[in-house]
């Protein structure tokens, strides 16, 4: 992500109740950035490289196969977007009815 200073002094950071690593945290945060009345740009062509041996363990390390790390994903998403949002989350923010799973 790329955040222009006017924009982390509008918003501020990402909420730390999205635990790591902050699956939903951009979704939130996009959904906040949007209700200050602020520009908001998304590139699907965007690539981040992590620097080798910054960061710890690969994410298949972590969470096995990348079934499993959608799966565990998709529900530590939805818990977090429930913790803050409350159940009812999918009415408050503007996502495809399908985003998250059921």
């Given at each position: 992500?790329?955040?222009?200073?006017?924009?982390?002094?509008?918003?501020?950071?990402?909420?730390?109740?999205?635990?790591?690593?902050g699956?939903?945290?951009?979704?939130?945060y996009s959904h906040r950035v949007q209700g200050e009345g602020l520009e908001l740009y998304?590139?699907?062509r965007a690539m981040l490289w992590h620097h080798a041996g910054c960061g710890g363990l690969s994410a298949t390390e972590?969470?096995?196969d990348r079934r499993k790390r959608v799966a565990r994903g998709l529900r530590q998403a939805k818990e977090d977007l429930e913790t803050k949002y409350s159940p009812s989350w999918?009415?408050?923010?503007?996502?495809p009815s399908n985003a998250y799973g059921r």
């Open positions: 992500m790329l955040i222009p200073r006017k924009t982390l002094q509008a918003v501020g950071f990402l909420d730390p109740i999205f635990r790591a690593p699956w939903a945290a951009d979704v939130d998304v590139s699907h972590i969470y096995g999918r009415e408050v923010l503007p996502m």
